[in-house]
């Protein structure tokens, strides 16, 4: 297969154990989201990373499970699944073949994400925003989002110091994102970079 920009691609689950003889895998999926991409193409990688060696599938048919619950959501991003839900991939005939993508990633072509309303915002847009004080004072950029924790991290390279660290992406810190002017404010006044 050829290479992909892994910066058109967004990484949308994690795909589980296999589950009935289908062809069905258990997934997490990092955004509520994600359970309107029937028929969308994605790609399946063993690396969260990078997708390089991936395989393309189409996704068939996605089965929310009925004790899926999402986190409080704030800022208007869409809320990250914490339960496991099952997807069939249109080319996956049954459970031998599934195995074979037990623990990869799916990748969505960031064309193919869902529409949003103009206040929310996914988080992969995230990244490249400038992080600012209360005082707006420029402290860093964000670099990179942890989509598998609960909250979701962002990755902050520090102006100062040049180094990163992640910070949790909740409103007590961030109160406020500013996708026009590129920003993010953050309130953390015991925060030492």
């Known amino acids: 297969m050829n290479m992909v920009a892994y910066r058109d691609y967004y990484c949308i689950a994690k795909l589980g154990k296999t589950y009935g003889y289908k062809g069905y895998l258990h997934v997490s999926f990092y955004s509520e989201t994600s359970y309107t991409l029937s028929g969308v193409t994605v790609l399946c990688s063993c690396s969260k990373s990078y997708p ?8 068939e048919d996605i089965q929310k499970s009925p ?9 208007g991003f ?13 080319e996956i005939p049954n459970k031998e073949v599934a195995s074979s993508l037990v623990n990869s990633y ?3 072509s960031k064309q193919d994400l869902p529409p949003r309303k103009s206040e929310e915002y996914f988080l992969h847009e995230l990244i490249g ?3 600012h004080s209360q005082s707006n004072e420029q402290l860093g950029i964000i670099v990179g989002v942890v989509t598998t924790m609960t909250p979701v991290l962002l990755e902050i390279q520090w102006s100062e ?5 992640y910070i949790p992406f909740i409103k007590e ?3 406020e994102v500013q ?3 590129s920003s993010l404010l953050l309130y953390m006044p015991e925060l030492k970079i």
């Open 78 to 90: 869409v809320p990250r699944i914490s339960a496991h839900s099952t997807v069939k991939l249109r």
């Open 129 to 131: 925003l400038t992080v």
């Open 67 to 75: 004790y899926t619950t999402s986190s409080n959501a704030s800022h």
């Open 52 to 59: 390089s060696q991936s395989e393309t599938y189409t996704i």
């Open 106 to 108: 799916m990748f969505v």
């Open 173 to 175: 810190y961030f109160s």
């Open 161 to 165: 110091s040049g180094r990163t660290s």
């Open 179 to 181: 996708k026009k002017s």
